[in-house]
């Protein structure tokens, strides 16, 4: 029924810059917020940023100055610009939508994607 997709993900070296993306598809009759997760090996998943249907905005501390969150709500596309890299943001990061769909109107359902690898070496 709904599908979140993301890409952008890859290998970097500490300082350089990425840029995510995550695009929602199928029966959405609107999304709320969109947010970016991330976890690492080890570790449990933890958030990084979210962005609300107003573009409304908040950050982890570990990423505030480096991360920017954006949309689009004309695609239904959420965007993370992560730069000034760090090994420690190597993870898998998610994206999430709380969005409501065409055949029940009135409710909200959270989705996720499947993640994308984000890999920093120093």
């Known amino acids: 029924q709904v599908q979140l997709v993301e890409s952008g993900g890859g290998l970097v070296q500490a300082g350089e810059s990425l840029r995510l993306s995550c695009t929602a598809s199928?029966?959405?009759?609107?999304?709320?917020?969109m947010s970016w997760f991330r976890q690492a090996p080890g570790k449990q998943r933890e958030l990084v940023a979210v962005?609300?249907?107003?573009?409304?905005?908040d950050y982890a501390d570990f990423v505030k100055g480096r991360f920017t969150i954006s949309r689009d709500n004309a695609k239904n596309t959420v965007y993370l610009q992560m730069n000034s890299l760090k090994p420690e943001d190597t993870a898998v990061y998610s994206c999430?939508?709380?969005?409501?769909?065409?055949?029940?109107?009135?409710?909200?359902?959270?989705?996720w994607g499947r993640g994308t690898q984000v890999t920093v070496s120093s």
């Open positions: 199928g029966i959405i009759s609107s999304i709320n917020t």
């Open positions: 999430n939508a709380v969005l409501e769909i065409l055949t029940h109107p009135g409710r909200e359902y959270d989705y």
């Open positions: 962005i609300d249907s107003a573009g409304g905005t």
